[in-house]
């Protein structure tokens, strides 16, 4: 099991050069945990990519169909009271962003506080970061 952000789930629906990096580790272990505001984060990433044209209509459309084939086999931290309680520790903690901050308390949760050595999935360096310093085993940066 691993817990993957929405920065490294967008290369399993859309390609770009971390596709095979990611496609690879999702290979290796398919039990993927995520936040619940995950696919609004990965729509978001692609309609902006439709917007600066480096994303085809037709590819949107092949990447939404992807991830919605993923919602249906990954599991979701759903506590919003939980994890928005954490999350005001950690950006008091951390230089992140608001949603950076939810999707590191969501994988939080996921190891009940005890991160050691379990595997979250990033893309985002200033995440990445911040997750090795709560104790988690960064893999994708």
Do not use: Y
């Not at 859309?14 to 095979?20: H, L, N, Q, V, Y």
């Not at 496609?23 to 290796?28: F, H, K, N, S």
């Not at 729509?43 to 209509?57: M, Q, V, Y």
């Not at 084939?69 to 759903?78: F, R």
Request: glycine share 6%; with cysteine.
């Amino acid at each position: 099991m691993r817990f993957w952000d929405a920065s490294a789930i967008v290369p399993l629906v859309a390609f770009e050069k971390e596709t095979g990096d990611c496609r690879t580790l999702l290979a290796e272990d398919r039990d993927i945990v995520v936040w619940l505001l995950t696919p609004v984060e990965v729509i978001s990433a692609l309609t902006g990519r439709l917007r600066e044209n480096s994303l085809k209509p037709n590819e949107f459309g092949k990447a939404k169909e992807q991830l919605a084939a993923l919602e249906k086999a990954w599991s979701e931290v759903i506590s919003v009271e939980r994890v928005r309680e954490r999350a005001r520790r950690l950006l008091e903690t951390h230089p992140l962003r608001a949603a950076d901050s939810l999707q590191l308390a969501a994988a939080l949760l996921t190891t009940e506080e005890n991160p050691q050595g379990f595997p979250f999935v990033t893309l985002d360096r200033r995440l990445g970061g911040a997750a090795e310093r709560e104790g988690f085993q960064v893999l994708g940066v």
